[in-house]
């Protein structure tokens, strides 16, 4: 029962039953599911994690004029999500080791119109997460999480997504918990949790200072079968997480000393989800090695995904980015390999004899 249409299958009767599509129970359900699992006062669903990007944004009053900081080490999401409110992306380079986001670089980066921070969690990672929110609130601007890969991740105790002023999450397949597409947001502020509710739906709802009609929202609203889908995969996330991270272990046990592997360790303060089992490449053409093993079968975000530091990609290139040349390191040293609910330990060790195979002759020069 891992799979989308597997769920699907089990909840065909919940579907069937459903009295009222357009009453939304199933999404006002959820919300109040995800408040509690989180420990926070609103939830908000919305159709997708970009859509959840968005609306955090505009309920933050982002608009055209204003700068937002992201870190150059993202997908084009996140990028998408601050264009798309007419605001300005600014790219902060990557921390030493590719921890993070520089805090220096993004002091540097913030001007009289920089309205909000996203720290991206990429692979589920929070490296400087609590110094960059103690900076983000000594200056007096939003911290919006991009904790899309960091449902269940800890730092210092607490839940990623729930340090910022919001925090944005997708139900995409393939996330921790998935509904097929959708996703939510977070947060402890009323004001906000209105000014997103009211976006989602062509602001019919009111929000302080912003009266029902006075303004135009979108349609991103979860449609209330994946609502549906949602709540069921979420009373399963702790058996998830502790699936996928015991994925990433086996896998760091199997993959063991590798040369020219070199395991990026979580901080001694940090619990990641075991999004993907995360390592730095220190391998010539880093890029080409991913793009090896993903043909061999070894899913991973560079090879697979193509995924490159925001401010190299093309679509990027038209806002004039400044050199983030750690990031751009960082993302290109990064295999971060895929790691999915139905994986078996035998496909576990399957994927490490490739990962090793691979490296050892890399690094040979075959
Ligand atoms: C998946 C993801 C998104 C976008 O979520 P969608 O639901 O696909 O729109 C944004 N940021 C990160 C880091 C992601 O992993």
Known sequence: MNTTSDTLHALKPTIDRMPDPAGRAEAAALESELAAVHGVRH?????????????????CRTGPGDEVLLPAATVIMTVAAVTATGAHPVFVDAAAGGRGMDLADAAAKTTERTRAIIPVHLAG?????????????SVGLHLVEDACQAQGSRTRGRAAGTIGTIGCFSLKDGKIISSGEGGYLLTDDAELAARAAAYRTHWLTPAPHAPA?????????????????????????????ARRREQARLLYDLVGETPGLAVHAPGPEDDPNGYSALWRVDLDRPRDFSTRLAEDGVANSVGTYRLRAAHQHPACQYLNPAPCPRAAQAVDQMLAVTLQPQTTDTELHHLAETIRREAKSWAEGR
Do not use: C, F, K, W
């Open 125 to 137: 990672r929070t490296d400087g997460l609590v110094e960059l929110a103690a900076y983000a609130q």
């Open 43 to 59: 939830a908000i669903t919305v159709s997708s994690g970009t859509a959840a990007l968005h609306t955090a944004l505009i309920a």
């Open 213 to 241: 009609g006075s303004r135009l929202g979108m349609n991103y609203r979860l449609a209330e079968p994946l609502a549906a889908l949602a709540r069921h995969n979420l009373t399963r996330l702790n058996t998830a997480l």
